[in-house]
Every structure is written in C-alpha cells, then in structure tokens.
C-alpha cells in the first residue's frame, strides 16, 4: 500500500473515503436544433455536468483520480454548447474545431465522430480549425493530450442532434414515423423505400428558433467508424504539396519579414549603426527596431537574410549573459528540496539516484511565423497557434487595441510539441507590422529557433528509494527544474477552477499543482513523494511534447532498474510484482512478449525496458540498444551516431480509441523523440547563449537513428472514453533506452542526453547571427 | 533588374530577380509554388528538395542566376505529370501508409525518395537500409518508419 505520511504538501487524509472514480455519472444529453437556413446544431453539455470529487481520498495519488486532462475536460465544460455543426445543402457536415492541427490527426477523428453519430460518410465531413473566439473562454486550447478527451460527447451529441432533426424532418416529408425510418450513408429511407438525401433533407430540416433536444448516443458496441483505422483527412494535399501552412498564404502586402536577433539570449537592440544602407539594399522595403532585434521586410526571405546578415547593431547584453550550462545546474542544485525519509529499519538498504537534463529545443520543422496586418483601428493575425484566444488578447494588448479589434486565423502547423502554445510569432509580426505600417509575413530563420525561441527547461531529478527483505519502503522523488512557462492560458485555466479542485491541491503554486497533477508512481514502493521546484524565470521555456513526465519517468525508471538490481530481480520481472497499475502491467506484459524479454542477443546489443502511466492511460517501451563499435563508430557526415535502438516496441492503453491508425502515428513520433532526448538532443548553453543553429547541429533523431525495427500494440479498452495520446508515446520510449544504455555500459548515465557532454558541431557565428545560404546546390544533386 | 528564365514544371517562366536570390525564394515568394518547404536554408533540413534536370537538389542552396532556360525545376506540385497520371506512385505508396503527420516535410521527403529510388536504379540495385539510413531529410514528427515503408511500397510501384 501506497500512503504518502511525511509534512511535504501532499501528505493525505488517511481516513478519507475508499477511491471512486469521479465525473462519469450519467447525465441527461442534451442537444440543440439552432434557427437558421439550413440545419445547424449544437451540444449543450453544460447541463447535468457533475463536477469531480472534491476531496481525493488516500491512499491513490492525484492524478489516478483527478488529472490534468480531467482539469481541462471540465473547464471546457460550461462553454460546450457552443459547439455547433452545420448541414449544407449538398449533404456536407462542417465543424469548426475550437483546437489547432498540428499533425496530431485531430480534424480526422472528429470527422471520424461526425460520420459515426450521423450514419454519413467521413468524407462528407468538413473539419476546419475555428476562429480565436472569446466567448469559448476555457474551450480554446490545445494541450496536454487532452482533444480527444474534451470533445469526445460534445461532437458526438451535436452530431446525433443533427441526426434527429433529419429523421424528424424526413418523417414530415415521407409522412411516416421516425421509427420507420433508417439513416445510413448520408442517405434516410422510409419504409415504401422512398428515401431523402441528407443534402436534400437540410433544408427542411431547418428550424426557426433555438430548439433544445434530448438525444441518446450510439452505443460503443455499434460502432461502425469510431475504432476503425483511418487516414488522415489532410493526407492527399500533404502529399501533393497544396496543404498550406501559415507561410504558404497569401495575404495582400504581407512581404517576407525576418527579424536580425540578440547575439544573446533575450537581448535587445539598442541602435541600428547603417539603417539607410540596409534600406538600399535590393528588394528591402522597411528596417524597424523592436524589442527583440531589428525587423527588416523585403521581396523575398532570400533579401531579408542577406539585410539581417547586412544589419550592424548596437546590443544590449541579455539576463542570462555569462551563464552555462554549469552554472544554472549549481543554482538547481542549489534549489533542490531535501529529502525526508520517514523512520526505516537500521538494516534497510538506501538506494540514490541524481541525473541531470539539459536544456532541448521544442522547435517544429516549420519555424515560428505569422502573418500580421496592424492597421490604427483594427488587427489581423493568422498564425499556427494552440492558445489563439490569449493569443488574441496578448496582440491587442501589444499593439495597444481592444480585444474586440483584433482577429485571430488558427493555421494548420507544421508541427508543435507545445512550441505553439505560445503566441510569440504572432504577437512580435503584430508590433512589427505596426511599427512599419505595413502588413507583414514572418518567419524565425532556423537558426533562431534553438537559440532564442522556446525551450525544454533544464532540470534534475534525485531519487532515494529504501528496501529491506525484498521489498521497497520508501520513494521519493525531488524534481528541479528552470521555471516552465505556462503563460498559454492553463495557468488561467487552474485559477478558473480553483475552487473545484481536489483539496490537497490548495496551497501549491501554478508548477506544482500542474506538476501533482500529471505525475503518478505506478508502482507499489511504500512512502511514495513527488516534489517539484522550481527556479529562474530569465529562460524562453515551455513544454515540449509533455511537461515533466519524460524527465521524471526516466528517472524512476533508471531508479527501479536500480533496485531491481539491489534485490537480485530481472527488471520485467521486478516490474511485474510491483505495479500497482493493471493498464500498464498489461502493456508492460505485451511488450515483454512481442519483443522477446530476455531473449539472447549478441555481445554489445542490450535490452531496456520501461512504462509510464498519465492521462489515464498507460505505456510500456521495449528497446534493443546496439553499442557494438562497428555501430557505435559509423560516420555519417556532420552527424551523431553512437549507439543505435535498433528495435522498438510500444504499448499504449489510451482508453477508447477513435483512429487506431493516427494513435500508431503518435507513438511513432512518441518514440523517435524518446531515443533523441536520451542519447542525441539538447541545447548547450555557453556564455550567455545556446550554440545550436541548424538541425546538423541540434540532433534530433534521423533516420541513422531510427530503429530498423519498430511495433505499437494498441491495447484493447472497455473505457467509455479516450484518453491522451499526443504525448504519451515519449516517457516511456526515453526511460527504455536510458535504462538499456545503462545496462550495456554498467553505468547509470547522470547527464541527458548521454552524449551532451561531447560537441559534435562548431557553433555558427552569433553576429551576424544567421548563416548566409550557400550557393553550391547544384554540386550536389542526386 | 536580370532577367532569369529556366523550366519549371514543364513550362518555361521568366522571372525578374537579382542573380544571387536562391532559387526557394524565387520559387515560393516569386512564382507562389509553395511545395517546397523552407526548415533552414542551409542545405541541412531538406524540406525544400526538389528535382533539377530529374536530380534531386535543394533549391534553397542555388543562386537563381545558376539555372539556364534548359533547366528543368520539378517540384512535388509537378511530380504528378512527370508519370502522366494525377499522382506519382510514390504519392500513392505515401497515402496507401498514411505517412504524413504534420504534413511539412512531406513533399520534400517524396521528391528525395522518387530521385532516391531512380539513383539506385541507375546503378543495377534495389533499396536498402543503408540507403534509407542515408536520407538526410528532416522530420520532426518522427514519422521515419513509415518513411522508410513507404519508399520500399512505391519503390515497388514505379
Ligand atoms: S530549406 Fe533547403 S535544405 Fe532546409
Ligand atoms: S510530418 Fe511533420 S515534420 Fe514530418
């Protein structure tokens, strides 16, 4: 049993009552038929939603009965009716989804909701990405895996009170009884066979005024699309090269706009030495002076490289000038909370971990841009963003107009990872668009993104675990870490709700409560405690592809490898007897299979193993980690190669699952990130600045990193609802191969990525601070 | 200003531009052929690759004055009509295996596979893993695996 009995703020009430799943009680769904020309729809949840316990009862930690995505589900709560569905004339469904796409595979699965509750084809469902609109409050962002979770009955009641109307207006129309009638492929048949096309049924089924309805949804048995592997909707124009993403749009005026950056981290330009010579120079149209460096516009971005390399500024030094990485890993060090072990027995063993995580870039391949046009009265933006509604107001707010005034585009991204969380790109082509009078397109050169855009913040983590006869008494975990913004909105989000949350939660800060919130030891160790601190506000941070679980996962998992090895047990082994958590027992118990645990390999090839349990769900990683020198050594031009994972196998329980397909896809992406953050990927930061520029100087996995071999097992799930899945494929992919690399070299690495300690690259100049394109291309075809 | 005329997906085009603007630019701020995608403009991400006279190249690495008006520039958005069909086979292989997440790196990927495959062709041999290992093309989404199918699938179907 898991009881948690030291001072820290976690400490529970031991005389609570037994845990019982909180929020799923039946509610009374409720729809409405909304007045317009043709049918338009909408869920109205906010009747009969039952807030979770408030009290969270010993001994299961937080977030097994009360998680971040539980959080987020119930804050989009009071605005759900405001989620609406059209019919057209043509039989197309069209949804605006309040979230943003950014490769998740999103638009498909309620696309994939849409056609399963309104018997259409998915096809003939149109999923776009919604307007920053402020009357959604809550119901605006993308984060923490949580979509599918949020909008799961939302979508689904919408579309089944879409259904109904249709069947209503078909029974008039057919005179004959709703009963009669049966709805299948967009098409409703009355029982002579005649039957109405739900195009030509669209009209009619119109209605006049607001009209609330009950309705009943699908069962999970009848699902005919819901779970059923998909491609995604937007595949055809990616791969035709007509997706458009924010640089891809024309916007009248809006010329290529780059920004000459802080040789720096966050420094600032204090004047321009040869403003009218950058000015002359071909196809540049304006300089201007922001805060964050100086702005030049031109015809092409190839014009506005060669300016911003042309700029001569005069700078003034950043926050964290003359800091390294040695010297904010003191200061963690500095900060880390004690332990307290509680009383154990003289003869109990003590186990003690410390590893250290360096600061990684959370840059997409699509760097940060927008388009911006500022005019006296008014504003327009478009831009990839996840949070467009504090988006809108940190835009209004820097060019000094109303909310009101400003529009926000959500733009399909390249890419996120949490980088677009934040709206920096559109907040900074807003100010320069208003300082040059002028609409603006801009994009962030490569180069800017590892070194002044948004990082993972650097941290530790300090295990110490106490056992005697076989079995784990105590373990507590001490997270420290450089601040982790959370200015996107879900800061909001938990004073909103402050009130509802479990009561425990009273008392600690923002990081901490996000922290309590998704961090969970699924394991049965005794006195389990999780602490966080955090220091150091002066760092560009964010989440990337996850908050604190990858960093604490690895960890715990290095540390359970450890204590298996104390008390004599296969790690799997271990594993099995003491997870408490049936969904990853069950996953750990696939891998295990699929991948053969334990099966004999090679000198130089080992085995890791790992799991981690968050947004209710659960994952295990299995990996074969090649160290062999002729591996190990292979050269690959201005690369780093190292030890390859040259087979991976996954397991998830995300709960019920929508689009097996798309889920596969996320722990694909969930693993090749989990083998960068391990062995190739972070930022070294050197005298005020990091010293990547390039993608051949930051590593994030490639394709000689990639394993030759990889499997994900989707686990079958009675749950009602689907859990996360946008990050859940990292934790346990980056534990596994941090567990198999300290197997094979019988050392446990205290510093990740395991190879930061070597640069591999030479950093690119600062000033000017981008590379200027090279111009031997065609010496290089292929 | 010079005047610079080269083919670009089967036509010839004109464009009034200073010699040393690279071509990325010329294509995408100049032309609006958005396909080919910027991640770098160093020759490092290869989002931007395209085919030069059927050869892969990176277009944001060549000077537009480096092109003459017998150069033929393909780009994913011309892939298609260079089999005379609606889509490439390899854009089939790529959808048939729903390779693209974010999609962003996608048309750069195809067109280094399409020219990768021919290239291996050329030289009597099929693809193998070390080929694959060897494609510098950037993805942040992870998505490699279905990469790597998804050229042995249309590597099949061409
Ligand atoms: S933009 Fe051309 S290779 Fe990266
Ligand atoms: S699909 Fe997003 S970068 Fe490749």
Wanted: hydrophobic residues 40%; aromatic residues 6%; contains cysteine.
């Amino acid at each position: 049993m898991t009881t948690a009995r030291d001072s820290s703020p976690l400490a529970l009430d031991e005389d609570a009552p037994p845990p019982g799943r909180p929020g799923v009680r039946r509610r009374s769904l409720i729809g409405w038929v909304l007045a317009g020309g043709t049918l338009s729809v909408a869920a109205d949840l906010s009747l009969g939603a039952e807030p979770a316990a408030a009290a969270v009862p010993s001994p299961p930690q937080v977030p097994e009965l009360y998680d971040l995505g539980d959080l987020q589900t119930q804050s989009a709560l009071p605005t759900s009716q405001l989620i609406r569905i059209d019919l057209d004339a043509e039989g197309f469904a069209h949804f605006a989804i309040p979230r943003m796409e950014v490769g998740q595979g999103i638009t498909t699965a309620a696309a994939m909701l849409i056609a399963e509750e309104l018997e259409m084809p998915v096809e003939k469902v149109r999923v776009t990405l919604a307007k920053a609109r402020p009357e959604l409050v809550f119901n605006q962002l993308t984060g923490g895996s949580n979509t599918m979770q949020s909008m799961f009955t939302p979508i689904r009641v919408a579309a089944a009170t879409a259904k109904g109307a249709l069947l209503r207006a078909a029974a008039t129309e057919l005179g004959a009884q709703v009963s009669a009638l049966s709805a299948k492929s967009g098409v409703v048949t009355g029982p002579t066979g005649t039957s109405l096309t739900y195009g030509q049924l669209a009209t009619l089924a119109a209605s006049a005024e607001d009209v609330a309805v009950e309705v009943s949804l699908t069962p999970r048995r009848e699902f005919a699309v819901i779970g059923t592997a998909r491609n995604r909707d937007d595949a055809l124009a990616a791969v035709t090269g007509r997706k458009q993403f924010t640089m891809d749009l024309e916007v009248e005026g809006a010329l290529p706009t780059m920004v000459c950056r802080p040789p720096t981290l966050n420094g600032s330009p204090r004047s321009v030495r040869n403003e009218s010579a950058v000015r002359a120079m071909p196809g540049v149209t304006d300089v201007a002076v922001v805060d964050t460096g100086v702005a030049v516009r031109a015809e092409t971005f190839g014009q506005c490289i060669d300016a911003v390399r042309a700029l001569d500024v005069v700078w003034a030094g950043g926050p964290v000038d003359g800091e390294d990485d040695e010297s904010v890993l003191a200061e963690l060090r500095r900060a880390e909370l004690p332990m307290v072990v509680p009383k154990v027995p003289i003869l109990a063993g003590t186990l003690d971990l410390r590893v250290e995580f360096m600061f990684r870039s959370s840059a997409a391949l699509e760097p940060n841009c927008a388009i911006a046009d500022v005019r006296s009265d008014r504003a327009t933006v478009w831009a990839g963003l996840k949070a467009p509604l504090v988006a809108q107001r940190d835009v209004a707010k820097a060019v000094g107009l109303p909310i009101a005034k400003v529009e926000v585009n959500v733009v399909t991204g390249g890419g996120s990872f949490g980088h677009k969380l934040f709206g920096d790109a559109a907040i900074e082509a807003a100010v320069i668009s208003k300082a040059m009078g002028k609409p603006v397109k801009l994009m962030w050169h490569r180069a800017d993104e590892p070194r002044q855009g948004r990082v993972h913040p650097m941290a530790t983590s300090r295990v110490r675990a106490t056992m005697l006869a076989g079995q784990v008494l105590t373990f507590e975990q001490r997270h420290t870490s450089v601040v982790t913004d959370f200015g996107h909105g879900l800061g909001e989000r938990l004073t909103a709700m402050a009130a509802e949350l479990p009561a425990n939660l009273g008392g600690l800060g923002l990081s901490q409560s996000i922290f309590t919130l998704t961090q969970e030891l699924p394991y049965d160790f005794g006195v389990v405690t999780q602490l966080l601190n955090e220091v150091d506000t002066r760092f560009n941070t964010g989440s990337m592809r996850n908050i604190y679980s990858p960093d604490v996962a690895c960890a715990n998992e290095l540390a359970v490898d450890q204590i298996a090895k104390r008390l004599g047990k296969d790690p799997y082994a271990f594993r099995m007897s003491f997870l408490k958590n049936a969904k990853a027992k069950r996953c750990l118990e696939a891998v295990a299979k699929a991948g053969g645990w334990g099966r004999s390999l090679p000198q130089g090839v080992t085995q890791g193993i790992a799991v981690h349990t968050e947004y209710k769900g659960a994952t295990a990683v299995l990996v074969e980690l090649d160290t062999r020198p002729e591996t190990v050594n292979r050269k690959v031009r201005d690369a780093v190669t190292g030890p390859r994972v040259t087979k991976a196998v996954i397991a998830v329980d995300a709960g019920l699952v929508v689009n097996p397909r798309g889920l596969e896809a996320q722990m694909m992406g969930g693993v090749a990130d989990g083998i960068a953050l391990a062995l190739t990927s972070s930022s070294h930061l050197e005298d005020g600045h990091f010293l990547e520029a390039s993608w051949d100087n930051y590593f994030y996995t490639r394709q000689w990193n990639v394993p030759p071999e990889f499997r994900c097992i989707v686990m079958p799930s009675d749950e009602e609802l689907p859990g996360g899945a946008g990050e859940a494929g990292v934790a346990a992919s980056v534990a596994a191969v941090a567990c198999a690399y300290a197997r094979a070299t019988g050392k446990v690495p205290t510093r990740f990525p395991v190879n930061h300690g070597t640069l591999s690259f030479t950093p690119k100049s600062f000033v000017p601070p981008v590379p200027e394109s090279p111009v031997d291309g065609l010496s290089y075809t292929s | 200003m010079p005047q610079h005329t080269f083919r670009v997906n089967g036509e010839s085009v004109t464009v009034d531009v200073e010699d040393d603007v690279r071509l990325l630019w010329v294509l995408r701020d100049v032309l609006k052929i958005t396909g080919p995608k910027y991640g770098c403009g160093i020759n490092v991400c290869k989002a931007c690759t395209s085919h030069v006279n059927g050869k892969a190249f990176n277009p944001c690495s060549v000077p537009v004055s480096d092109l003459g008006p017998e150069d033929e520039v393909t780009t994913i958005e011309g892939l298609p009509d260079t089999v005379d069909a609606d889509l490439h086979p390899m854009q089939e292989a790529w959808l048939e295996r729903d390779v693209a997440q974010c999609g962003y790196c996608q048309p750069g990927q195809i067109m280094a596979a399409v020219a990768l495959v021919k290239k291996v062709r050329a030289e009597g041999r099929s693809i193998t893993d070390a080929d694959l290992d060897g494609i510098r093309n950037i993805c942040r989404c992870g998505t490699y695996t279905r990469i790597r199918e998804a050229i042995r699938d249309g590597a099949a179907r061409m």
